[in-house]
């Protein structure tokens, strides 16, 4: 076990004990108000003393942990001694009095800035800064605080009751040097300034000098708890505002004494946990906001007091709303100048996106730099933007090629639906990346309906492209059908007609023409044949005749719905070679049982619907069936739309526009 863990520890249970006595303490002599200032003293005690020892666990060789303990020590400390004077003050003679409890307790409250100074110097890693300057500011914050004990309890004025007749435990020096100490001892309080003003530099200095990104949000981390010192004095000058007594900062040094032990935790152990530049960014733009307008209600105060001879409370308030109204407008701005120093990525970023969408509106810029612009302005070049196709689940980039989210990918929504996502790199954090989604909302929608129409479009010409070449390939099949099938035939009629002609006399009319007739009903069945594949004759008496006669020839349990009303020809031709196709898969592929054929019509639209039971897996694929099918369908101004669910059968439904 480290030294600095066996500390900690150490501490821990010293002020387990710590609590422990004053529990007792209030047993011997406390009232309900001594009981509520302890339990609170030590509630918000427990944070640091907690918080330090889960640091000395997980970074065993790191100081901060200690001194995280020994700060919270520290204040439970004070309120021991505070329910000791209570209990020797209010029940004479039920404890000893400690007259070196008494003497050391004259200066001992300067020790209570000692943990927190430290923390300055040596946080995050638990190392001074190098030089020499900072080495003699850290002696000074362990000797000044020593020294100020040991002179003030030299000091020969009595004690402050209840403890006016307790003996000095160093003595009472001579008059002569007691002039000489007391100086010295007074000169010590500025003294201690100047060691926490260095302390506070040492934080600055290590966050200029920081080039690792993560111990520059460590940095970050402990100045946003230190932002609650200042908090606290700006609640101390509305309380003398409102309450006439410092009563309210109470509430903020109580905050401060969780908020910094929080923050350094935070700091040490999960620097990632928020974007830390969007809550400094907003912590210093509501205390400047608030600051202005506690300046404001200050001035209306007093004028107030000079116009009317005394204050008037209602007046100022007043004031102070219409005040509060007149700098809403400006919160943007003091936000935007805020961000430029505390949060400059969101700056940047913002700016970019703006930038990009007034280029956009010129004319002079595509949306599709959107990518490029992020990874600019934030410095990140592993900044993805990904696009939602309209009406479907996938994702594309700004050039159509398939895209793939991470799982803490920020998601894109514009009126409540999503239309992308943005996945952020090493630098960017989660909250930062949402904040962006919602600024960039307009230029993804944009981007996502070029895609979509660029997509229609190379559609509708690989559609084009498709039908001309099934065209010229059905062309090559009449040509080569009627070639070598019914021409042949009707050539050899011809030439057996011919050699009928020559040799009548001693030929066999009868069987020459019996030949004839053969060949010219083998001719006309081919004809027939060819022609079916041009246009079913069975349409000749309607699409319901033509689907009946359909399923009749499937080796499957077919139940047909086909709507009464009629349909033009050639949206009938259509939906039957729709019907024809979906039902030869089903019977190729499906392993199906049972089929669904439903033909319905509603308002303007022909609905082909085709379901069955089968195993699924039916896909669109170039050159196949289905893709021949939906260039069919789209031809005829409609849609086509395939669902498949494996183990739960195949869904083809066609939509055909046929009016009203």
């Not at 600055?204 to 993560?214: L, S």
């Not at 021409?487 to 020459?512: F, I, N, Y």
């Not at 024809?580 to 019509?601: F, G, I, P």
Request: hydrophobic share 50%; charged share 15%.
């Amino acid at each position: 076990m480290t030294l600095s863990r066996l500390v900690a520890y150490a501490m821990t249970a010293l002020a387990v004990v710590l609590v422990g006595a004053g529990s007792w303490l209030l047993t011997v002599g406390g009232d309900a108000g001594q009981v509520v200032y302890f339990a609170s003293a030590c509630l918000l005690a427990a944070a640091s003393v907690v918080l330090g020892t889960l640091i000395a666990s997980k970074r065993p060789t790191n100081v901060i942990g200690p001194l995280l303990t020994f700060f919270g020590l520290l204040a439970i400390w004070v309120a021991l001694t505070d329910v000791y004077a209570y209990v020797v003050e209010h029940h004479p003679g039920r404890l000893p009095v400690s007259s070196l409890l008494v003497t050391t307790g004259q200066g001992f409250w300067m020790l209570n800035y000692v943990p927190a100074a430290l923390l300055m110097l040596l946080f995050p890693d638990g190392r001074l800064l190098p030089g020499r300057r900072w080495r003699l500011v850290a002696a000074g914050l362990v000797v000044v605080p020593g020294a100020f004990i040991v002179l003030a309890g030299l000091d020969p004025a009595p004690f402050p009751p209840p403890f006016a007749d307790v003996e000095h435990a160093f003595g009472t020096p001579p008059p002569a040097l007691a002039r000489v100490l007391i100086p010295i001892a007074i000169a010590l309080l500025p003294g201690l300034l100047v060691l926490l003003v260095a302390s506070a530099s040492a934080m600055v200095t290590r966050f200029r000098r920081a080039t690792d990104p993560v111990r520059r949000a460590q940095v970050k981390w402990f100045a946003l708890g230190a932002f609650f010192l200042p908090a606290t004095l700006l609640l101390c000058w509305l309380s003398y505002l409102l309450l006439d007594g410092p009563d309210l900062a109470v509430v903020g040094l109580a905050a401060t004494l969780v908020a910094i032990p929080a923050a350094t935790t935070i700091g040490i152990l999960r620097h990632d946990l928020y974007d830390v530049d969007k809550a400094l960014s907003a912590t210093v733009t509501y205390g400047l906001v608030t600051a202005a307008l506690l300046a404001f209600y200050t001035v209306a105060m007093f004028v107030a007091g000079v116009a009317a001879g005394r204050s008037s409370p209602v007046a100022a308030a007043g004031a102070t709303a219409v005040c509060a109204l007149a700098l809403s407008p400006l919160r943007v701005r003091l936000q935007r100048r805020v961000d430029r120093r505390f949060y400059p990525a969101r700056q940047a970023a913002l700016a970019a996106i703006d930038d990009l969408r007034d280029r956009m509106h010129a004319g002079v810029a595509a949306p599709e730099r959107l990518e490029e612009a992020l990874r600019q302005a934030l410095r990140d070049p592993e900044i993805r933007v990904g696009y939602r196709m309209p009406g479907t689940n996938e994702l594309v980039t700004a050039t159509g090629a398939g895209f793939e989210a991470a799982g803490d990918a920020a998601v894109i929504r514009l009126g409540g639906q999503q239309i992308g996502v943005l996945v952020r790199g090493g630098t960017t954090t989660r909250e930062l990346m949402r904040e962006l989604a919602d600024a960039c909302a307009l230029l993804v929608e944009v981007v996502r309906l070029r895609l979509q129409l660029r997509r229609a479009l190379l559609d509708v010409e690989a559609s084009r492209s498709r039908l001309l070449r099934a065209g010229y390939a059905e062309r090559l099949r009449l040509e080569r059908d009627l070639h070598d099938g019914a021409q042949q035939r009707l050539v050899s009629l011809g030439m057996a007609l011919r050699l009928a002609q020559r040799h009548l006399p001693e030929t066999d009319v009868a069987g020459l023409l019996d030949q004839a007739v053969a060949e010219l009903g083998t001719a006309v069945a081919e004809l027939r044949q060819i022609a079916h594949g041009l246009r079913p004759p069975s349409l000749d008496e309607g699409l319901a005749n033509a689907l009946t006669m359909l399923v009749r020839s499937v080796p499957l349990s077919v139940t047909l719905d086909v709507c009464p009303e009629p349909v033009p020809e050639d949206l009938a031709a259509t939906a039957y070679y729709v019907a024809s196709e979906a039902l030869a898969n089903v019977v190729k592929h499906s392993r199906a049982t049972a089929v669904h054929l439903r033909v319905s019509r509603t308002g303007g639209d022909l609905t082909v619907l085709v379901r069955d039971d089968g195993v699924g897996g039916a896909r669109v694929r170039p050159g196949g069936g289905l893709a021949g099918l939906g260039d069919r369908v789209a031809a005829a101004g409609g849609s086509l739309r395939v669902a498949d669910q494996p183990d739960n059968g195949t869904l083809v439904e066609a939509v055909l526009p046929c009016g009203s």
